[in-house]
């Protein structure tokens, strides 16, 4: 058996569970085997990107080299595990940070280190290249979604009634997606263009999997740049997707608020439905959802996604890995 070129597109936290279950699925999978020889490419969304204190910060990236480098706080999903926040004391202090937003000291590190790089010209996926450099891996390759800036926007009703917008950022961790969102708008989404290292993994993907993050903002963001969609499809792969709603909640995150503005039910089957089959000009050849969900695979089916119910919560990384390697087997 060949190599195996499996790519995922993923947003943050949950998303880099997702993958660190893969590759642990990889690394424990019988030598000889066809996963056993599997390398792994990462498209990772963008649209949570913003500019703060004059850096460049890239969350969801973040969440997957943190995580992925065994770097992460894995109480608060996002960050660095012993952090602390002494510079981000004075940002706030000068009023240059809002005080709902922690940059923490060695996470700012790798902002400064990006800003520093993309000041000297380099691109987002050079950048993405050279914190690599630093952090072992394991073997994992992430392509920023695309090179270009898109930060979403969230057009909110004001207490005037009048439509306004603030950063998803500000919504997402300020307002807890508590503020109904009118629409979401990925600024400058027109003029962006897949980033190389997105299109050369797609072009030469075997399996191509779609990580239990944000259906809207996350994995919404990366398939709403121009031409990402196409090369998704003309891969010579199987597009295998896993619900991020399990029993009709979140697994995370606050992907329900972001599914009603688009008016998709959070529902396994509305999201699956959403992205669609490939058969009738969606994305998806299957579509994981959680033993809960079982109910759901008949109607799925009828529908001519082959779904499937396996065991969705990521609790350790034997059940990441168990539902990374199920999600593989549903392509195969
Ligand atoms: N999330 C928060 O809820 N509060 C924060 O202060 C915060 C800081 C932060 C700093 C850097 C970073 O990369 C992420 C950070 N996040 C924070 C997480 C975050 O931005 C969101 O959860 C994601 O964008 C949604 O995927």
């Given at each position: 058996m060949g190599l195996m070129r499996i790519v995922v597109l993923a947003g943050g936290v949950g998303g880099a569970r997702f993958v660190r279950g893969l590759r642990e699925a990889v690394r424990r999978a019988p030598a000889g085997s066809e996963l056993a020889d599997a390398s792994i490419d990462v498209i990772v969304n963008t649209g949570d990107d913003w500019w703060l204190a004059g850096l460049r910060i890239t969350p969801d990236l973040d969440s997957m080299l943190y995580t992925l480098s065994g770097q992460n706080d894995e109480v608060r999903g996002w960050g660095r595990v012993g952090e602390s926040e002494r510079v981000s004391g004075e940002l706030q202090a000068y009023g240059v940070?809002?005080?709902?937003f922690t940059l923490g000291d060695l996470d700012l590190g790798t902002h400064i280190a990006r800003s520093a790089w993309l000041r000297e010209g380099l691109t987002p996926s050079d950048v993405v290249a050279r914190l690599h450099d630093r952090w072992d891996l394991g073997g994992v390759r992430l392509h920023p979604?695309?090179?270009?800036e898109i930060d979403t926007h969230v057009w909110v009703a004001s207490d005037t009634g009048a439509e306004e917008d603030m950063h998803f950022q500000e919504w997402w961790t300020r307002y807890r997606a508590q503020v109904p969102a009118l629409r979401f708008e990925q600024r400058g989404v027109e003029r962006a263009t897949p980033s190389p290292g997105a299109l050369a993994a797609l072009s030469a993907a075997d399996v191509v999997l779609i990580a239990p993050?944000?259906?809207?903002v996350s994995i919404g963001t990366i398939l709403g740049i121009p031409g990402m969609r196409d090369a998704v499809l003309a891969a010579n792969a199987p597009i295998v997707g896993v619900s991020p709603i399990i029993a009709g909640s979140?697994?995370?995150?606050?992907?329900d608020a972001c599914l009603t503005t688009i008016g998709v039910a959070t529902d396994a089957a509305a999201v699956a439905r959403h992205y669609g089959s490939r058969s009738e000009a969606?994305?998806?050849?299957a579509w994981l959802v959680g033993v809960e969900d079982e109910s759901l695979v008949a109607e799925l089916r009828a529908d001519g996604i082959a779904a499937a119910a396996v065991?969705?919560?990521?609790?350790?990384l034997d059940t990441a890995a168990a539902l990374a390697e199920a999600t593989v087997e549903a392509a195969r």
């Open positions: 940070t809002p005080e709902w979604a695309t090179d270009h993050s944000n259906p809207v979140a697994v995370r995150g606050m992907a969606g994305l998806l050849d065991p969705l919560w990521m609790r350790d």
